[in-house]
């Protein structure tokens, strides 16, 4: 069937109308805060609570974070006991009562540095050699857009972002874990100031048929942080010793 050309432009994708990545994450640091509220933080120590869903699990979580890409995260579960991760000089490791200590290399070392990243919004053009918008997509009855990012190393990440305020409301990425790759959907609400911009107070992870609920209850930002927060713990120079 002949089409007349006007009315094929008419009929155009609206595809061409969908803002450009670049221009949707930088709109995401400033609804958040602003490029000068970020990079007034130095330091961060946050506090909250963790559930596993349905499981009878519960327990605390505390963060530390320093600029420029240093984590220290503990949780501590009910009936299990403690959980540690961190990352510093390079180095990403992580221990628990169930696995013991260990060092995260590969593809999973690159995804904790970028999770490390103080700041990561501010910095998303290092993180990600690319970034492109895909399309719109209802999350929870709310339009976003769905932004594809891409790293140096690793597999892409979407981020979704609300068309109306210009917050993240779900990422979904593969994880790399000692079991393998593992599909994660994280939803993000509950958006508040904490630590001098606005953060999500509430995230949700669905991951190989697990729901964790975290729960952010306090933030701190430029404080003193515990004396050697980020130091390699004794087990895991331990494992980095035999492995040299």
């Known amino acids: 069937m002949w089409i007349a ?3 094929m ?3 155009a994708p609206a595809a061409a109308e969908l803002p450009k990545a670049e221009t949707v994450l930088d709109r995401f640091v400033e609804v958040t805060g602003g490029k000068a509220a970020y990079e007034k933080r130095k330091t961060e120590t946050q506090t909250g609570s963790v559930e596993f869903v349905g499981q009878g699990v519960k327990g605390t979580i505390t963060a530390h974070a320093a600029a420029p890409e240093n984590s220290y995260m503990s949780m501590e579960l ?3 006991g ?3 991760q961190g990352f510093a000089a390079g180095v990403a490791w992580e221990k628990s009562a169930l696995m013991g200590p260990r060092v995260k290399t590969g593809g ?3 995804q904790v540095r970028r999770e490390s990243t103080f700041n990561g919004p ?3 053009r290092k993180l990600y050699t690319k970034v492109e918008t895909v399309g719109v997509e209802p999350v929870n009855g709310e339009d976003c857009y769905k932004i594809v990012l891409t790293p140096a190393e690793g597999k892409p990440e979407t981020d979704y972002f609300s068309k109306a305020s210009g917050l993240m ?3 979904v990425m593969v994880a790399n874990t000692p079991l393998g790759d593992i599909p994660t959907e994280t939803v993000l609400s509950d958006w508040k100031q904490m630590g001098g911009v606005l953060q999500p107070g509430k995230l949700v992870q669905k991951a190989a048929g697990q729901q964790i609920a975290i729960t952010m209850d306090s933030s701190k930002v430029n404080e003193p942080l515990p004396d050697g927060i980020f130091d390699l713990p004794a087990d ?3 494992l980095m010793e035999k492995k040299q």
Do not use: D, N, T, Y
Request: aromatic letters at 4%.
């Open 108 to 110: 999973e070392l690159a």
């Open 236 to 238: 895991i120079k331990k």
């Open 82 to 84: 403690r959980i540690e």
């Open 5 to 7: 050309p006007a009315l």
């Open 78 to 80: 009910e009936g299990v």
């Open 169 to 171: 409301v779900k990422r």
């Open 122 to 124: 501010l910095h998303w």
């Open 9 to 11: 432009l008419a009929q």
